[in-house]
């Protein structure tokens, strides 16, 4: 089915906990509604009451609490659905429907391809909507970071990553936290002289000045001024002292900066 400008699938995007960010995804065709991940019960209860949307399935990305810990209340409230990675399955607490690398899960008339994007955990996936150009990016992409290494290899998430860079590059990248302007701050110190990534560090500066959301990014946003998307950058292989090694180790090398910043 293609998309006019009033069937397209409509986001409502809200925060939860200290940083989180949760989303309601609804299908105008169908009515059907999804929250991907549940930080806490209660502002999923308010984005539904606000906009009248009637919760019909939980989409996790992975099992971590503060993705899960509203599965079981919400599910026991509103006799949803929950959806989740085949791989996390024992960890994900109620799941009914799991998914692994390139199922496709149907909201409606809405359709979403998996992704197994082991790294962050050992099980997580992201979901993309292709013909809505938008995905839910959970802890494996960051706007200008990307998940820590909590269950995988540098390599797995390297792998991970460039799974996403095959989007095209106008995609809307959903992720689950709010992690933006210290993302920036590290990443200019591993990549100084790339102007959009200074330009982006400053725009998102005053965002959250503003305590504004800084989310959506775009694939393309991130390509351009994400560090762990960018590890053939000469600039930021040249500050790590790595210029020409092979680009997993420039990444592994950054996560290890990243995680001692
Ligand atoms: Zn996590």
């Known amino acids: ?98 998914l692994g690398d390139g199922d496709k899960f149907e909201l409606g008339s809405k359709m979403a391809t998996v992704y ?36 995988g290899t540098a390599e797995q998430m390297w792998d991970s990553l460039q799974k996403l860079l095959a989007w095209p590059d106008d995609t809307l990248v959903y992720c689950a936290h709010e992690y933006t302007q210290s993302n920036a701050e590290f990443a200019l110190t591993v990549e100084p002289d790339n102007n959009q990534l200074i330009e982006r560090a400053s725009q998102v500066a005053e965002l959250r000045q503003k305590d504004q959301a800084t989310i959506p990014s775009t694939i393309g946003l991130e390509r351009a001024t994400n560090p762990f998307l960018r590890p053939m950058s000469p600039n930021l292989q040249a500050t790590l002292g790595m210029s020409g090694a092979p680009l997993v180790d420039v990444f592994a090398e950054t996560r290890l900066r990243k995680d001692n910043f």
């Open 116 to 151: 197994a994007t082991p790294g962050h955990t050992s099980g997580h996936i992201v979901y993309h909507f292709a013909e809505d150009n938008l995905a839910f990016t959970g802890d494996t992409l960051f706007s200008m970071g990307c998940g820590r290494l909590f269950e």
């Open 1 to 98: 089915m293609s998309n006019t400008p009033d069937n397209r699938l409509q986001i409502h995007q809200f925060s939860a906990l200290s940083d989180n960010y949760c989303y309601l995804v609804h299908d105008p065709d169908s009515k059907l509604t999804g929250v991907v991940d549940t930080p806490e019960v209660a502002p999923v209860e308010t984005a539904l009451a606000e906009t009248g949307w009637t919760l019909n399935y939980i989409l996790n990305t992975h099992h971590h609490h503060d993705h899960t810990g509203g599965n079981l209340e919400l599910k026991e409230k509103t006799g949803c659905k929950i959806v989740g990675s085949m791989a996390e399955a024992d960890r994900t607490p109620g799941i009914d429907i799991m």
